[in-house]
T-cell receptor
Framework: AQSVTQPDIHITVSEGASLELRCNYS??????LFWYVQSPGQGLQLLLK??????LVQGIKGFEAEYKRSQSSFNLRKPSVHWSDAAEYFC???????????FGTGTRLKVLA | DVKVTQSSRYLVKRTGEKVFLECVQD?????MFWYRQDPGLGLRLIYF???????EKGDIPEGYSVSREKKERFSLILESASTNQTSMYLC?????????????FGQGTRLTVV
């Protein structure tokens, strides 16, 4: 079955520390991969996406993600976290020509001052 | 920039009421979606529309219906609201067919049924 797993429900980091959020997927077709961020009470904003090509993709707000096909992973990273990064992060997968987006259950990030 | 606008940020309705959640997008997208978001469950697809007057059930359609009379507008209808439909509702849109890429989301409607 197609699925997206975000194994960490909550993560707490100190401001200025590095961050890695994990995402693993199970998907039969060549995947399109996404990371979204949701601030409290808001909708989802796209951070970055991977369709093809370079497996290291850059996004907004200083985030990057690396696609590792052998591990079926698409982990999100940021070298230095800011207090404003506190939010919930969702990994999602889709494929060309389909409407179906499969979302993980999210990772809530807390940032300590 | 793509804009997806949901008509209400917060709604409080009574059990048994008929509830309409409205969503409008301004980028001529073919696909529109309604998701429900609950803590620990992520986003669950209620209904999807790939064209005017076309709709498909998602993973949790029970208790909901939808309407898409115009390409830019997609409405979610709760025929008889119940307390277990208290949730955050997110509308999204995307391009259709092989051009389909990412989904763009509205700000969400937090619905409370009392």
């Amino acid at each position: 079955a197609q699925s997206v797993t975000q194994p960490d429900i909550h993560i707490t980091v100190s401001e200025g520390a590095s961050l890695e959020l994990r995402c693993n997927y199970s998907y039969g077709a060549t995947p399109y991969l996404f990371w979204y961020v949701q601030s409290p009470g808001q909708g989802l904003q796209l951070l970055l996406k991977y369709f093809s090509g370079d497996t290291l993709v850059q996004g907004i707000k200083g985030f990057e993600a690396e696609y590792k096909r052998s591990q079926s992973s698409f982990n999100l990273r940021k070298p230095s976290v800011h207090w404003s990064d506190a939010a919930e992060y969702f990994c999602a997968v889709s494929t060309s020509g389909t409407y179906k987006y499969i979302f993980g259950t999210g990772t809530r990030l807390k940032v300590l001052a | 920039d793509v804009k997806v606008t949901q008509s209400s940020r917060y709604l409080v309705k009574r059990t048994g009421e008929k509830v309409f959640l409205e969503c409008v997008q301004d980028m001529d997208h073919e696909n529109m979606f309604w998701y429900r978001q609950d803590p620990g469950l992520g986003l669950r697809l209620i209904y999807f529309s790939y064209d005017v007057k076309m709709k498909e059930k998602g993973d949790i359609p029970e208790g909901y219906s939808v309407s898409r009379e115009k390409k830019e507008r997609f409405s979610l209808i709760l025929e008889s609201a119940s307390t277990n439909q208290t949730s955050m509702y997110l509308c999204a849109s995307s391009r259709g067919g092989i051009l389909s890429t990412e989904a763009f989301f509205g700000q969400g409607t937090r619905l409370t049924v009392v």
